[in-house]
């Protein structure tokens, strides 16, 4: 019989194996697809010679999916980074207002190719966190807000200030202290009730055919719950089928040491 400390170890090994090799794949994944990529780059810039119409759409397939491999391998990577502690939040003080403007205009573009409108409401109050992940939080949110909505839809991002009380995630209640709360709405398909609870984890998506449709990667959820949880606070989402979803962020105001 395997005593518990024996199992407890083959469980703890087998995780160590695990994360070093998906982060090896991921590393040994990233310098071909980079030179594939750039491959792809030179061949649609025609200076190999003209494509013929057909020569263009397996060409545009191909760079498809190369980005959508780029996207899940540096998702991966961003993972495997902040579950071993190798990602560390580099926190200074900013502006909440132009983190929410930076975020809007980094994804204006996709919003007009699709035909979504794009509302923002920012409210100018310091935060002591790390710009560049908040920045990556917020432009992923965006950009599924954006890829689930149709053509004349609209999504907002808005931010308020709010005491915790009154304010609750779906977890619990949380301390007396003041908060910045971020919110990002669309008009979409809306969540299934029994997604709500599992869309933050690694790998899951609403719909199976999103990878292949939406170009997603099923871990950008993930990585949004990680790096708030690295600021102290909540992220969660509420959805009415068919009506659209609303995805909460709530950050605690604290000042610097």
């Not at 599992?198 to 990585?223: C, H, M, P, W, Y």
């Amino acid at each position: 019989m395997v005593s518990r400390n024996r199992y407890g170890h083959d469980i703890t090994e087998r995780k160590r194996l695990e994360n070093e090799f998906i982060s090896l794949v991921s590393h040994e994944l990233r310098t071909p697809l980079t030179s594939t990529m750039g491959a792809l780059d030179l061949l649609s810039s025609g200076q190999l010679g003209t494509l013929t119409e057909q020569g263009q759409k397996v060409l545009s397939i191909a760079t498809t999916n190369t980005e959508r491999l780029i996207r899940l391998v540096n998702d991966i990577l961003d993972l495997e980074r902040m579950k071993s502690g190798k990602i560390f939040t580099r926190k200074a003080k900013c502006n909440t207002a132009d983190l929410l403007i930076t975020a809007t205009e980094a994804m204006q573009a996709m919003a007009d190719k699709l035909q979504v409108r794009l509302i923002i409401n920012p409210v100018a109050v310091e935060l002591w966190a790390d710009p560049d992940r908040l920045l990556q939080t917020l432009t992923n949110l965006l950009s599924n807000a954006i890829k689930f909505s149709e053509p004349g839809d609209t999504v907002w991002i808005s931010a308020t200030l709010s005491e915790s009380k009154g304010v609750e995630s779906e977890e619990n209640q949380l301390s007396s202290l003041n908060f910045l709360l971020i919110t990002i709405q669309d008009e979409g398909r809306g969540i299934p009730e029994d997604k709500l609870q599992i869309i933050f984890e690694r790998f899951q998506q609403v719909d199976e055919e999103d990878s292949r449709n939406k170009g997603g990667t099923g871990l950008g959820l993930a990585i949004c719950r990680d790096i708030i949880q690295q600021h102290d606070g909540k992220i969660w989402v509420q959805s009415i089928l068919g009506k659209g979803s609303t995805f909460y962020v709530l950050l605690p105001l604290v000042e610097s040491q």
